[in-house]
């Protein structure tokens, strides 16, 4: 079985800024990656690179062994790749059930829409009381619930998760975590961004950290929170 | 004042109309499109080949206008949207396009029509005339009433209900968020157009029963349909149909008290009241308009 992602040498920046420095980077089929480190250092920035989300990246991203260097976001979106950014990029005026129902916009999983909503109701039970409220009129937590939802709405092959605890109070910020990091990826894989090492450390298979736009391995006694 | 009243609603009717296919443009695909004019004159040339050469079927007239109109709007798709997108001096550049499509198609209009003014069929003829206490509402103003509200439900309930019309009002809301759920602004594009097309190709025929069809007849609907537009707030659909109302009762006003002559007047007078209190227009504050 190929890898699920592979970054090789990746540089990304936006402008004349170069954010990332030389990424080297694989993701086996099923592996939970933890990526830690302070803001600023690239973390959001090796994320939006995978989706070609960045104003200009060098070196190569393979995905399930063929590179994606050349592929726009929406053609990688329908390949299964769902990036859950961080300030949630929903659509604030449309209700909770359109926002999530856009999560199935590809065409193969629009009709398993119905289906796939339930599931997602089923893990954040809020949202199913709310489908037909604004997004834009949701509590903090609750639109993280729905940016989260509308990330499970299709069958994804790799997550790309960035700071989902964000903003949030402790609580709903753990539970979030807890949720995103127990999901059966089916053969999938998972890679989160966190500055919180404690909120994902011990549901994550490796971790790794993100320093002045280089990945580190991470030992045991890492001087990171 | 019944006749100021059924004026209105006529009125307010058409004026949605091509605002909506203004607004639903830059709300979807952030631009302005200055080429609505001749996207109207099109449609009405079209609707009027096709009552002079095929058949005065209501329905089929109609349907030539729309379908002339959405044709049009995959025509700037095709040589303004796709050329343009992700260019640098997007909103400079769209503007000169729609510009320049406008003068080459109105040109293109005199040449093979000439500049004589063409007049459509009554298509209304069949509806009875209504007395509404003393005034008499006349079937042109009828059949636009049914033939807006038909084609708008039409249009709504499949934006409302349908996988692209999600994808449409997903761009209008977020382009970032658009992208990362697989929605292509380019394919979706076409549809954005050509629905702002079929609503301003459906005013064009509407109109047509009132005005004659020459090439230079889109001018005066796209300068309604920019103010309604703003008055509104750029890319709200809601601030379009309560700004096409407000502008549209000011005429109606105007024409029953003062007379046809200060019709301008008065709407520059409304518009600069509403943008002095309102500057991003009537929906402004309740709707995030791109800015």
Known sequence: MSKVLEIKALEAGYGPLRVLHGIDLSVEPGERVGILGLNGHGKTTMLRAIVDLVDWKQGDILFEGESIMRQPTHVLARRGIVLLPQGDALFPGLSVKDNLDAGAYPSGQWKKRQQRRDYVCEIFPRLGERLDQIVGTLSGGERRMCSIGRGLMSEARLYLVDEPSLGLGPGIAKGICETLLTLDLQGGALLIAEQNRALIEGKIDRALRMHGGELTPVTGEDGDH | ?291
């Not at chain 2, 707030?233 to 379009?240: N, T, V, W």
């Not at chain 2, 309560?242 to 105007?254: Q, S």
């Open chain 2, 1 to 291: 004042m019944t006749g100021v009243i059924v004026t209105t609603v006529n009125l307010t009717a058409i004026y949605a109309l091509v605002a909506l296919g203004i607004s639903l443009t830059w709300a979807g695909l952030g631009f302005l499109n200055l080429s609505a004019g001749v996207m109207y004159a099109a449609s009405a040339y079209g609707a009027w080949l096709v009552s002079t050469n095929i058949t005065s079927n209501v329905v089929v007239v109609l349907l030539g206008g729309i379908v002339v109109g959405a044709a049009f709007g995959a025509l700037i798709c095709l040589t303004v949207f796709l050329p343009l997108d992700g260019k640098p001096n997007w909103e400079l550049r769209t503007l000169t396009a729609t510009l320049a499509l406008s003068f080459i198609a109105t040109n293109l209009y005199l040449w093979k029509f000439g500049p004589q003014f063409k007049q459509f069929e009554p298509l209304f003829g069949w509806i009875p005339q209504l007395r509404l206490g003393d005034t008499l509402v006349k079937s042109s103003v009828t059949g636009t009433l049914i033939a807006t509200a038909i084609v708008v439900t039409i249009v709504l309930v499949y934006i409302g209900t349908s996988r692209i019309g999600l994808g449409v009002r997903a761009l209008t809301q977020s382009v970032e968020g658009a992208s990362l759920v697989g929605i292509d602004r380019r394919t979706t594009a076409f549809a954005i157009l050509g629905v702002s097309g079929a609503f301003i190709g459906l005013a064009a025929v509407l109109l047509g029963q009132t005005f004659f069809v020459e090439p230079n007849s889109g001018y005066v609907p796209l300068i309604k349909g920019l103010i309604v537009a703003l008055l509104g707030g750029l890319g709200s659909l809601r601030g379009a149909v309560i700004a096409a109302f407000m502008v549209a009762l000011t005429e109606a006003l105007t024409l029953q008290y003062f007379g046809g002559a200060w019709t301008l007047v008065t709407l520059f007078i409304l518009i600069s009241v509403v943008l002095i209190i309102r500057p991003r227009g009537v929906a402004g504050v309740l709707e995030t308009t791109r800015a």
